[in-house]
Nanobody, 117 residues
Framework: VQLQASGGGLVQAGGSLRLSCTAS????????LGWFRQAPGKEREAVSC????????YYADSVKERFTISRDNAKNTVLLQMNSLKPEDTAVYYC???????????WGQGTQVTVSS
């Protein structure tokens, strides 16, 4: 499974961005899709994930009520709508696909999100 992420950029605080990640395929072992981020000097953290079949979602506390994850199985795509962005959301964002919500075997390249104050 190959993943291609896009949609990052520079935005002012309070603004919005939408990240998109397209997979070459959703193999039968892929059960969850996720977005992760890594800020300079910090460890990678999970932002949000969604079940491929059941659509059950998870959000980190820091992004709840601001970010929305969705997927389009017909297009092999997972989206992350990010609203009310804050400078602390600045990071490289990665999409991933995995066999469950906590194990991700397939990773896309990162896309930079920079939020200016």
């Amino acid at each position: 499974v190959q993943l291609q992420a896009s949609g990052g950029g520079l935005v002012q605080a309070g603004g919005s961005l939408r990240l998109s990640c397209t997979a070459s395929e959703f193999t039968v072992d892929v059960k969850a899709l996720g977005w992760f981020r890594q800020a300079p000097g910090k460890e990678r953290e999970a932002v949000s994930c969604i079940g491929v079949k059941n659509g059950v979602t998870y959000y980190a506390d820091s992004v709840k009520e601001r970010f929305t994850i969705s997927r389009d199985n017909a297009k092999n795509t997972v989206l992350l709508q990010m609203n009310s962005l804050k400078p602390e959301d600045t990071a490289v964002y990665y999409c991933a696909a995995g066999t469950n919500y906590v194990r991700y075997e397939y990773w896309g390249q990162g896309t930079q999100v920079t939020v200016s104050s």
